[in-house]
């Protein structure tokens, strides 16, 4: 569970004859994710592609390009073999819809051009002038463009390239006909209207007035979309005709492409071939299996390695794996070939392993996450990320154990974890992608915890009456923004800071574990010395030596008595817990640690390690930011509904509680005196809904609103805090990421597969 699927790096071999045949059997058990050959042998070069793939890439291309014009989805493929005479159907498709799809460019192209040649007439209809009179003069210039009239008649009066001209306007444009002086230069109305801002529109070609003109262009416009809609029902008729056969093509011709190419990733000679690849060490058999019932004794087949990796995708510990491969008898020209190039390779350092075998390819292992069902969606957490290398542990459990529990924690409100458990249903029952489906289901788990939590702090859309209905007014937890309950505030703050140490220490666990592959020193100086550092100081802080520089909290929440929140009798540690074992913890995690950073970067590790020794210190504190979100969400939540409801004080013997007006506006409780005996002092907001009818329909608005808000904001801080104590606080501690997914030849085996 926290570790990857076990993988096994295994060598198939054999010679070229019966290399189609293996490679047809790997990709059908879809099992092997291939290594690629990167022709370090002597001798052994990358295999040559099977006869025929080029044509085959070639009809995939095409197949995929009608795939695209078609917009067909997977789902529609047909079942079955192809059969004889597919090529010329696919040849009569392809030409079918080439021909549609050239006509269809043709039809858009001149589409744009009728929009062009409307857009540029429309000035022209505004002026009302029949297009012909704007052109063909020789005596006279004529311009029409869009401008100021007064700016644009100044500029042509002032001209002395011009004796004469008339000016005529329809909305903003402007047609100016001119008469020309003797000596004028080509473009006199031009050249009189620079410094002007002025846009000038070219007349079009044709003798028609202008509104015939427009009117011949939108016939035309209309003629050219019936075309395309002509054209669209065509395409359409040919998806639904076509579409399963063009998908099941598609998928027969992957294959042969992926089978044709595969000697590309092969070591190969004249004669015999090597491929390497990674499979679930629990699938070995069955390779050997099927392989021996397809080629029999022609091939042989070996389990290089069966091991953990370090973090370079090394063998840290091997096992003897002796399976007696399926290799014959006696030894062809083919096996003598390889067996030289595996002592060659041994040479030249290929890894080897107890049995004797070599791995010629050294590439990492891919990586198959192997979690439970419940936690599968959360592997999108950690994806987001990256993938968790072969040789360290998943911490996808911890996410599904803790992040749904914080988000819970902080929010913890039944109402709007109703919501957000309905919110991620509608996402995993409504959508296919595994990514948003992922989401759902993590919408569906922090809802559920919100909705526990709610239950236990006796609220419903920050209403204290579930606290009223299920516990008789005392919920066995309260978020302490009141201040009768202020001192459950300060207890959070504490859980916080609990949370934290928890977290954090299970992140230096997790790393220990990873470094392990260093030996036990090296993974205790980068990981338990800084735990026992992080631990002594914070028993240190819990203890009563020195108790005079804490604060008094530390030593009452948890105690017993009026002041403490919760009584669990803990009045904090002993004098001699806190000298004979927080202080003694803290000196060996420091002096431990600094030693490990020595270890790495010299004397100036003495620095290093000294400043970074406070962050045991600061990264616990920021667990605080649990304490923080639950206090701003419910205080937000108190304000919406005290602007709706209305809220007055009742002062009791342990302090001030706030009441909304549900049942009773809050001005007639001050009035009445009392509240269960207990005196109301003051109304601190009287509600819009006790304000007559207008405003409680503000009000409802406001309230409605202000959830909705509420809501979303739960999910950009209880959400991304939450996703940030996992990220940078727990992961720092262990996670790198980096792996590769298991991509087996022949098909994607998800990590959903079982």
């Known amino acids: 569970m926290l570790r990857p699927e076990r993988m096994s790096k295994v060598s198939v071999a054999g010679s070229k004859g019966v290399m189609p045949t293996v490679i047809e059997t790997v990709h059908e058990l879809s099992l092997v994710h291939l290594s690629d050959y990167d022709g370090s042998w002597e001798a052994f070069d990358n295999g040559d592609p099977i006869e025929g793939a080029d044509e085959a890439s070639e009809k995939l291309v095409t197949v995929r390009a009608l795939q695209s014009t078609l917009d067909l989805s997977a789902d529609e493929a047909e079942s079955g073999a ?42 022209f209809a505004e002026l009302g002038i029949d297009l012909d009179l704007l052109s063909g003069y020789e005596t006279v210039d004529v311009l029409v463009g869009e401008g100021s009239h007064g700016d644009v008649e100044s500029a042509v009066a002032d001209s002395d390239e011009i004796r004469a001209f008339e000016t005529f306007t329809g909305g903003d444009v402007v047609a100016i006909v001119a008469a020309p002086t003797e000596d004028a230069g080509e473009n006199p109305i031009d050249d009189a209207l620079v410094g002007v801002e002025f846009t000038r529109y070219e007349v079009p070609d044709t003798d028609q ?23 669209d029902a065509e395409l359409e008729e040919i998806k639904r005709e076509e579409g399963g056969f063009l998908l099941r093509v598609e998928e027969e011709l992957t294959v042969e492409v992926q089978q044709a190419e595969a000697p590309l990733q092969f070591a190969t000679t004249d004669h015999a071939f090597v491929a390497e690849g990674w499979l679930p060490t629990e699938e070995y058999d069955r390779l050997v299996e099927t392989l ?7 091939v042989e087949v070996e389990e290089l390695v069966r091991a953990d990796y370090n973090d370079e995708g090394y063998p840290t510990r091997t096992e003897e794996v002796d ?64 993938r968790p290398k072969y040789s360290e542990l998943d911490p996808t459990i911890v996410l599904l154990l803790t992040f749904p529990a914080f988000y819970g924690f902080m929010l913890g409100d039944l109402g709007y974890g109703m919501l957000y458990t309905a919110a991620g249903y509608l996402l995993y029952s409504r959508f296919d992608e595994d990514i948003i489906r992922s989401l759902g289901v993590i919408g569906m788990w922090a809802g559920g915890f919100t909705m526990l939590f709610g239950m236990l702090y006796g609220e419903i859309f920050g209403l204290h009456v579930l606290g009223e209905v299920l516990f008789g007014g005392s919920p066995p937890l309260h978020k302490g923004i009141q201040p009768v309950f202020s001192k459950y505030g300060q207890a ?25 592959d260093h030996g036990v020193a090296d993974a205790y100086f980068e990981n338990g010395s800084w735990a026992l550092l992080m631990i002594g100081v914070w028993i240190w802080i819990f203890s009563r030596h020195g108790e005079g520089a804490k604060p008094d909290f530390l030593f009452e929440l948890f105690g017993s008595g009026s002041e403490a929140a919760f009584e669990l009798g803990f009045n904090g540690f002993a004098v001699e817990i806190g000298k004979f074992v927080g202080l003694p913890l803290l000196a060996i995690g420091f002096v431990t640690m600094v030693y490990g950073e020595v270890k790495h970067y010299g004397a100036l590790g003495i620095i290093i390690g000294s400043l970074e020794s406070f962050n045991v210190f600061g990264d616990v504190l920021s667990y605080l930011r649990i304490a923080a979100v639950i206090l701003a969400k419910a205080g937000m939540a108190f304000v919406v509904n005290m602007l709706f409801f209305g809220v007055y004080v009742v002062e009791t013997d342990h302090g001030a509680e706030w009441h909304f007006g549900t049942t009773h506006a809050p001005k007639h409780m001050l009035h009445e005196g009392t509240y269960h005996g207990h005196e109301v002092t003051e109304v601190m907001f009287g509600g819009l809904l006790h304000g007559g009818i207008v405003m409680a329909l503000i009000g409802v608005i406001i309230l409605v609103l202000g959830h909705v808000v509420v809501l979303l904001l739960g999910i950009t801080s209880a959400g991304l805090q939450g996703i940030r104590l996992e990220y940078v606080e727990f992961f720092n501690r262990f996670y790198e990421g980096g792996g590769r997914a298991f991509e087996p030849f022949g098909g994607i085996r998800s990590d959903d597969d079982s």
């Open 82 to 123: 192809l059969t004889s005479g597919w090529q010329d159907r696919l040849e009569e498709i392809r030409t079918r819809v080439n021909e549609l799809d050239d006509r269809q460019t043709e039809i858009d192209d001149e589409l744009r051009d009728v929009d062009e040649r409307l857009d540029r007439v429309a000035p």
């Open 209 to 231: 007035s202008p509104d015939d003109y427009v009117a011949d262009l939108k016939r035309r416009k209309r003629d050219l979309g019936s075309q395309l809609d002509e054209i």
């Open 292 to 298: 021996s019932d397809a080629v029999g004794g022609s």
């Open 323 to 386: 399976h007696g491969g399926p290799g014959g008898e006696d030894e062809t020209s083919e096996e003598e070939e390889r067996e030289v190039a595996t002592q060659e390779a041994i040479a030249d350092g290929g890894t080897t392993t107890a049995s004797g075998g070599v791995v010629t390819m050294a590439d990492d292992p891919p990586v198959v996450q192997d979690n439970v069902g419940p936690a599968k969606p959360f592997e999108f957490l950690l994806r987001l990320i990256d």
């Open 492 to 516: 959070w703050l504490l859980v916080s800071v609990f949370i934290g140490l928890g977290h954090l220490t299970l992140g230096y666990i997790f790393g220990f574990v990873n470094d392990l």
